[in-house]
T-cell receptor, first 114, second 111 residues
């Protein structure tokens, strides 16, 4: 149990375009999901907390107008990187939280902006 | 106070040996301490977690030791195998709030 999927697993887009990443909890409902960014050989950097039916809470320094988060249902959260630039290239990972403490992570999405 | 300090940064262990990774925290409000394993290009996978009301938790070859007074906790991997070669992250949380992650430990187990 506690499986989280992400789609796509990798994406290449041109500079200036937008790309949407989906995060789904497959076998449980998640009122809270988290979005992380990870640079090579570094730890996970929390970008935002996504709560179903309400606005996401962004961490300090994360541009909310650039990284749009929508949590429209208890099993789906989306991250849209708007007007992407090469510096947005990274590994994006979502997690979904059980009502208890556990967070289960998706497999990640590799974004490359050319 | 929000940091979780993890050491060592990298670790090389012979097959069959014991791998030990340490984490320390300052915030005494933390009440949940999970460990994650991450392979290259994959998302982190929950290995084992502990609450501060117990001093040790074991699941298979993985053991968490928790020292509340020292504000430290560690992961022990017994009989380490080449397949255990990965990056390990500790984390800490309080209530049902977000996680604070350590900086990660890259483990390599030699065959």
């Amino acid at each position: 149990g506690a499986v989280v999927s992400q789609h796509p697993s990798w994406v290449i887009c041109k500079s200036g375009t937008s790309v949407k990443i989906e995060c789904r909890s497959l076998d449980f409902q998640a009122t809270t999901m988290f979005w992380y960014r990870q640079f090579p050989k570094q730890s996970l950097m929390l970008m935002a907390t996504s709560n179903e039916g309400s606005k996401a809470t962004y961490e300090q320094g994360v541009e909310k107008d650039k990284f749009l988060i929508n949590h429209a249902s208890l099993t789906l959260s989306t991250l849209t990187v708007t007007s992407a630039h090469p510096e947005d290239s990274s590994f994006y990972i979502c997690s979904a939280k059980l009502p208890s403490y556990e967070q289960y992570f998706g497999p990640g999405t590799r974004l490359t902006v050319t | 106070q929000q940091q979780v300090k993890q050491s060592p940064q990298s670790l090389i262990v012979q097959k069959g040996g014991i791998s030990i990774i340490n984490c320390a925290y300052e915030n005494t409000a933390f009440d949940y301490f999970p460990w994650y394993q991450q392979f290259p290009g994959k998302g982190p996978a929950l290995l084992i977690a502990i609450r501060p009301d117990v001093s040790e938790k074991k699941e298979g070859r993985f053991t968490i030791s928790f020292n509340k007074s020292a504000k430290q906790f560690s992961l022990h991997i017994m009989d380490s195998q080449p397949g255990d070669s990965a990056t390990y992250f500790c984390a800490a949380s309080w209530g049902t709030y977000k996680y604070i992650f350590g900086t990660g430990t890259r483990l390599k187990v030699l065959a």
